[in-house]
């Protein structure tokens, strides 16, 4: 039996006139390209609860997209960044090390290093950096151009990584040039297979599709990189089928191409465990890192084996990159994922906390996936799920989406689109099963007025 859950609690109606406020200055004030899914302006958040500047108290679903690891002021992590900013708050990492950053490096290898096998650290200050980096790394250390990217995939937003990102055409119109020697390839959809293909076969499929390209379209020895998402994010939290990041390895080690695996949206603890495609048995070359690494301070990681990392001294750097106070907070969110310090309510490690809630989750979304026919697809893993809308012929119902989204706001649910006609699950992974609960309930209401 569960524990009364605490439930939102809306004082205002929505919007509060100090959110509308601050909406309209925003619209004045702001750049153009931000987007606004519905009124929301946050005052403070305590845990998964965020509340806005009218006093209304809401859960939260989405995290700062997948961010908020430990939830919003976790004390912890909150004593780690006052203690690191009282010695210092910047020197430089590029030109001096610094012991926080030195052993946050050995401390993250050793979530990824085999037998053997020794594992390097560059840091960023987002994902998008990462990403560059990864690039960087993959073309200097090949000698070759080409990089292979795939469809759906989010990558950022600095050109770079915009090119390798294959969703909206709103990321691209009116940007170009973009990066020359980028090529995209579909992603293996197991409830939308490209190809021609089966929920079974996409991934063989795929892969057989990229070989293809290497006889008479792509010289395979051109090729630097084939960059994937081991879990698709932006796209629409998509789980691959189990071949087929092992298949890719073994492509990438036929014709000496780097494997990097984008680790952004979907690693540091969100699936179950610290990075998505520890869910496959597959190691990569390559892995960006960030957003849930420093429970929302600006922090990205490019980890690289040792034999790859050959880029010589001085040929990359950053500023801020490894800033010593994101690197505080990045150690805290370890401590908690771990379980060096356990959070009340959460079990052993935020990790275990993860995959049980988001088990729980599953299999009430399948429960409801069972109720309302416009719910075409459940999946996930942990706290990495994916709820998506259909329209009777199955084909994505974006409109019923958006609907279901400012809905389940309306009830006090922060939640955020991706994909086509998906609402993502992404929770902080502090979330307890009876907070899901009083999320679930909410999302059931909601879907009911829909039908
Ligand atoms: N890669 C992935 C998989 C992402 O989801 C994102 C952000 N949504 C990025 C890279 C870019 O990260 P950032 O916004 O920190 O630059």
Redesign the pocket.
């Known amino acids: 039996t569960l524990a009364k859950p605490r439930q939102p609690e809306l004082k205002t109606a929505l919007p509060g006139p100090k959110t509308a406020s601050i909406m309209e200055r925003d619209s004045q004030h702001l750049s153009t390209s931000y987007m606004r899914p519905y009124p929301f302006v946050p005052d403070h958040g305590e845990g998964v609860w965020l509340t806005d500047v009218d006093g209304n108290t809401m859960l939260d679903f989405f995290a700062g ?2 961010v908020s690891t430990t939830g919003h002021a976790h004390p912890h992590v909150v004593q780690a960044v006052q203690e690191q900013i009282t010695k210092f708050t910047h020197v430089c990492l590029t030109d001096y090390p610094q012991e926080i950053t030195t052993s946050l490096a050995e401390r993250l290898v050793k979530h990824v290093e085999k037998p053997g096998e020794k594992w390097r650290v560059f840091f960023s200050n ?6 560059e980096a990864a690039v960087k790394l993959a073309r200097n250390h090949t000698g070759r151009q080409h990089i292979i990217s795939t469809m759906g ?6 050109y770079g ?1 915009i090119t390798l990102t294959g969703s909206k055409t709103k990321y691209k119109r009116g940007f170009g040039p973009l990066l020359p020697a980028v090529s995209h390839v579909p992603y293996p959809n197991p409830f939308r297979p490209p190809l021609g293909s089966t929920a079974e076969t996409c991934g063989q499929a795929v892969l057989d599709h990229i070989e293809g390209l290497f006889v008479g379209i792509l010289p395979a020895d051109e090729v630097a990189a084939i960059i994937v ?1 081991p879990m698709q ?2 796209g629409g939290y998509i789980v691959p089928p189990a071949d087929f990041l092992p298949g890719l390895r073994a492509l990438c080690d036929k014709y000496g191409i780097m494997l990097i695996f ?5 690693g540091m603890g969100r699936t179950g465990k610290m990075f998505s495609f520890q869910h496959f048995d597959v190691q990569p070359d390559i892995i ?1 890192s ?2 849930g690494i420093a429970s929302g301070m ?1 922090l ?1 990681a490019l980890l690289a084996k040792e034999s790859v990392m050959t880029w010589p001294v001085g040929s990359h750097g950053s500023t801020y990159g490894g800033n010593p106070v994101a690197a505080a907070a990045a150690h805290s969110t370890l401590d908690l994922l771990e379980g060096k310090v356990q959070h009340p309510g959460c079990g052993a490690n935020l990790m275990d906390n993860a995959a049980q809630v988001g088990e729980f989750i599953m299999t009430e979304l399948k429960k409801m996936q069972a109720e309302f026919p416009f719910l075409g697809d459940v999946r996930g893993a942990g706290l990495f799920i994916g709820l998506e809308f259909v329209k009777p012929d199955g084909s994505p119902d974006g409109a019923l989406r958006d609907r279901a989204s400012m809905a389940m706001f309306e009830r006090g649910l922060l939640n955020l689109d991706c994909g086509e006609a998906v609402i993502r699950i992404s929770p902080p992974l502090i979330l307890t099963r009876e907070e899901a609960a009083t999320g679930l309930e909410i999302m059931r209401e909601t879907l009911r007025t829909l039908q």
């Open positions: 997209i997948a987002s994902g998008a950096e990462a990403v995939s989010f990558h950022g937003r600095t990584a998402e994010g932006e984008d680790e952004v949206q979907a960006t960030a957003k600006p990205g």
